[in-house]
Nanobody, 122 residues
Framework: VQLQASGGGLVQAGGSLRLSCAAS????????MGWFRQAPGKERDFVAT????????SYADSVKDRFTISRDNAKNTVYLQMTSLKPEDTAVYYC????????????????WGQGTQVTVSS
């Protein structure tokens, strides 16, 4: 499955952005999906994941209550709504598809998107 992330940009602290991840090549409806991010000079970190049906979600503590992951299997697309953005949210955001339906971890990724830059100014 090929993943295309979009929606990144420059925003002021306290602002919002919505990232999209459009999949092609095969349906993602059978797989958990998620988002990771990588800040300059740092490792790629988990941000959020959503199960195949959308019935289960999980977030990193640093984004809980500010970010919301969702999916539209009919459109083969996953979203990340980001609110109350902080300068420390600045990173390249990558979407990912899991090999499994229920959970996405760094060890279960089957496909990565190309990344979209999010920059939050103070």
């Amino acid at each position: 499955v090929q993943l295309q992330a979009s929606g990144g940009g420059l925003v002021q602290a306290g602002g919002s952005l919505r990232l999209s991840c459009a999949a092609s090549g095969r349906t993602i409806s059978n797989y958990a999906m998620g988002w990771f991010r990588q800040a300059p000079g740092k490792e790629r970190d988990f941000v959020a994941t959503i199960s195949w049906s959308g019935g289960s979600t999980s977030y990193a503590d640093s984004v809980k209550d500010r970010f919301t992951i969702s999916r539209d299997n009919a459109k083969n697309t996953v979203y990340l709504q980001m609110t109350s953005l902080k300068p420390e949210d600045t990173a390249v955001y990558y979407c990912a598809a899991s090999r499994f339906p229920g959970v996405l971890t760094s060890n279960s990724v089957r496909s990565w998107g190309q990344g979209t830059q999010v920059t939050v100014s103070s």
